[in-house]
């Protein structure tokens, strides 16, 4: 995307004085910034996405220490925000081998120990264009591999997001309500996904990442200062 190298400068730490400025705003977009930041429920550390409440009744309020334990590990190996890999665009597969099967079947397995609902390859350092995604507790784990967008809706929604390699980070994000995505299966069997509310909306999420688009590209630049405040936090609450 043209607009990247631009982004890209809005992403460094702002220095001191702005951000106090920000700090002591107190507009809604401000407070909004304070809740996610503070938020210490389980919805706040579900990593990919935060906006779930209803797929999270069935989590505890805390997460007993195994589990923790398996997600703290899990987002270890997740590149973070700053990692020039997570902006550049990965490459279609064209083996569909025994390496291309253990690298779904890890994606999978780490996405489901981060808590995540999807991960793309880039996301591991892979330049792969793969993603897998479950957005609902009792769905399969679904493997899309050079996956392309063949329609999306008019019709757009705006919801929270969160992204396992931004930790801390919640933003609502606009988009297609609805998507129906062509790709392959992790052997190469084409398949068809029609997808709405929150499939769609990670389905895109993850084919975003394979493009080097991060979920602060697709926010106002208001919206993209507050969330930097918070990845702060965030990082100085729980260095990485
Ligand atoms: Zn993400």
Redesign the pocket.
């Given at each position: 995307m043209s607009t990247q190298a631009q982004s890209e400068t809005e992403f460094e730490e702002p220095p001191g004085q702005p951000e106090e400025r920000a700090a002591q705003s107190e507009g809604p977009a401000a407070q909004a910034g304070e809740r996610a930041a503070q938020s210490e429920g389980p919805a706040a550390q579900a990593g990919?996405w935060a906006e779930r409440p209803e797929e999270l009744d069935d989590q505890p309020e805390e997460l007993d220490e195994e589990t923790r334990a398996r997600r703290d590990a899990a987002l270890r190996r997740v590149r973070k925000l700053g990692d020039p890999v997570l902006r550049t665009s990965a490459v279609a597969v064209e083996r569909f081998d025994e390496s291309l099967q253990a690298e779904v079947e890890l994606m999978g397995r780490l996405m489901e120990d981060a808590l995540g609902v999807g991960l793309?390859a880039t996301?591991i350092g892979v330049l792969h264009r793969v993603l897998v995604y479950k957005a609902y507790a009792d769905d399969q784990i679904t493997t899309l591999v050079n996956p392309v967008l063949e329609w999306a809706s008019e019709e757009r929604e705006a919801a929270e997001e969160g992204?396992?390699?931004i930790p801390g980070v919640h933003v609502e994000v606009e988009r297609a309500a609805r998507v129906r995505v062509r790709a392959l299966d992790p052997h190469g069997k084409e398949l068809v996904v029609e997808a709405e509310g929150l499939p769609a909306r990670v389905i895109q999420?993850e084919m975003d990442?394979l493009e080097g688009v991060l979920?602060l590209d697709r926010i106002s630049r208001e919206a993209r200062r507050e969330a930097m405040r918070a990845l702060r936090e965030a990082r100085e609450a729980a260095p990485v």
């Open positions: 990919e793309a996301q992204c396992l390699s999420h990442h979920i």
